[in-house]
């Protein structure tokens, strides 16, 4: 499948930030060679994370790297715990708020975006220094997203995958790696 086919594929459901310029797709999405940081901000955290490539995109808020086949990993600086919150459209229960990890699990699930199911209920999963909670979501036979949300310091993160659901399995276990690796880093001066 060539990367038009992938990037077409990856527009059904939600839209998805997707790098103008073709990147080279790593061939081994268990790859940690590339160590990818979401900055931290006067104020508030970032982290660090060992990924098999370098990002494709980076923002303040969010960065995605292309880990391997049709596999989107994407990390977000959702906000300060309990700030208002920047959904598109709130939803029962977020009432407005950024909630804490277990809690934006599992509202992910029972609130998912138009054109997503749930697959499964919220779980706790560990991460480096703790744990986050975990949400399974599909959009149609073709896309699963995999999110797990993490709280640092009073801030909502999260770390998740986006692929296909055949290739779910090697994504999680790619997506568990980098989870392993994260290393918080602290507000910026
Ligand atoms: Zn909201």
Known sequence: MDLDAVRAEYRYGRSILWPVA???VPRDPLGTAHLVRLEPTPGSPGLELATAAPPTTVEENC???LIGPRMLLGVTRVGRIGAPCACDEHTPGCRGAVLAARAAAVNAGEHPPQGWEPAGTASEVPVADG????????????MRNVDVFVDHGGWAFIVGVTTSPERSEV??????????SMRWLPEAA
């Not at 744990?131 to 073709?142: E, F, L, Q």
């Not at 994504?171 to 790696?177: E, I, M, Q, S, T």
């Open 63 to 65: 960065l995605n790297v």
């Open 22 to 24: 073709a990147p080279r």
């Open 131 to 142: 744990s986050g909670w975990k949400v399974v979501r599909d959009a149609g036979p073709t």
């Open 171 to 180: 994504a999680v276990r790619a997506l568990g790696g980098v989870l392993t």
